[in-house]
């Protein structure tokens, strides 16, 4: 597509279901990043994708956070047992590369834990 | 860790009036440095960058910053907004020659009234 997606758009859960979101990059982009937005806040590196690999998952808050990206293109990110903090706009975004590239974003996907 | 301080959180202003919003980083080592914008109802996107030379950097829609590096510095000016200004408005930086984790700031909200 022409622009990064990122699937659901919104999604409310129950306290301690696991959820997983999805991001379709631009095509040719080989860097993925994922950011999550809390109310208030500003936008928090979780984990970056060079290809397949991820060489800085330094940003994600805990062990129920994982992420995975498979052929070089979408990726997935999975919150287990999800707690009322993990509500947030979670944003993907892709680059052509690394570091001094422009990071284009997607629109996002709101994450709401009753 | 670097980190990025916006200091106005909310600012209103008249069409025509002139803007200038406050970045402040701390790494004391070369940086890129990034504005981003967030229009309502959309994505993300980028305003303007600074990599290195001139450190006075002009961007889209009339937009430019200043790098002043002794104040550690990257200001966000235009001499006369417009309506079609509102947004929301995100400083980051990434030290230079590493991977792609940018540091944002928390946020600017720019309110143009007419």
């Known amino acids: 597509g022409a622009g990064v997606s990122q699937s659901p758009s919104n999604k409310v859960t129950e306290k301690g279901k696991d959820v997983e979101l999805r991001c379709d990059p631009i095509s040719g982009h080989t860097a993925l990043y994922w950011y999550r937005q809390s109310l208030g806040q500003g936008l928090e590196f979780l984990i970056y994708f060079q290809g397949n690999s991820a060489p800085d998952k330094s940003g994600l808050p805990s062990d129920r956070f994982s992420a995975e990206r498979t052929g070089g293109s979408v990726s997935t990110l999975t919150i287990q047992r999800t707690q009322q903090e993990d509500s947030a706009v979670y944003l993907c975004?892709?680059?052509?590369?690394?570091?001094?590239?422009?990071?284009?974003f997607g629109e996002g996907s709101r994450l709401t834990v009753l | 860790a670097q980190s990025v301080s916006q200091h106005n959180h909310h600012v209103i202003l008249s069409e025509a009036a002139s803007l200038e919003l406050g970045c402040n980083y701390s790494y004391g080592g070369t940086v890129n440095l990034f504005w981003y914008v967030q229009y309502p109802g959309q994505h993300l996107q980028l305003l303007l960058k600074?990599?290195?030379?001139?450190?006075l950097v002009k961007g889209i829609k009339g937009f430019e910053a200043e790098f002043i590096k002794s104040k550690f510095s990257f200001n966000l000016r235009k001499p006369s907004v417009q309506w079609s200004d509102t947004a929301e408005y995100f400083c980051?930086?990434?030290?230079?020659?590493?991977?792609?984790?940018?540091?944002f700031g928390t946020g600017t909200r720019l309110q143009v009234t007419l």
């Open positions: 600074y990599f290195s030379g001139d450190p």
């Open positions: 980051a930086v990434n030290p230079a020659g590493t991977a792609s984790k940018l540091t």
């Open positions: 975004a892709s680059s052509y590369g690394q570091g001094t590239w422009e990071l284009f």
